[in-house]
């Protein structure tokens, strides 16, 4: 998966807005105002931060080289990705694990505003 393909996908997505709101070089995706995935489009290889369970973070950072802790993120709860590497199935589901963690986070209000959508 590509820049565009992702940026394509995360934007496909119910309640989803594309900003850049710690400056020009890193690119957010949130939804209904929560971030979800990050990438920094100044950086020499393609990699995402994502949102992640915990436990699953773990297990995915030992199966995979190609996953680390997230950088300059929690890293209990985030991963760095490098979409170069990742197998375009496998990211595109590592996006959905995400966005459906944070949507799971919002409030009963905000849930039923994206329901609605």
Not at 57 to 72: D, K, N, Q, W
Request: proline residues 4%; aromatic residues 10%; charged residues 25%.
């Amino acid at each position: 998966m590509d820049i565009e393909q992702f940026r394509e996908y995360c934007l496909s997505k119910k309640g989803v807005t594309e900003e850049l709101p710690f400056g020009p070089e890193t690119l957010v995706y949130k939804v209904m105002g929560k971030i979800f995935a990050l990438t920094g489009l100044d950086s020499e290889i393609f990699t995402v931060n994502l949102k992640c369970d915990p436990e699953r973070a773990v297990s995915l950072r030992e199966e995979f080289s190609f996953i680390i802790p997230g950088y300059h993120m929690n890293k209990k709860h985030w991963n760095t990705v490098n979409f170069e590497r990742a197998p375009s199935k496998m990211a595109s589901e590592l996006v959905d694990h995400s966005y459906d963690i944070v949507v799971s986070g919002l409030t009963k209000k905000l849930q039923t505003e994206l329901a609605q959508l």
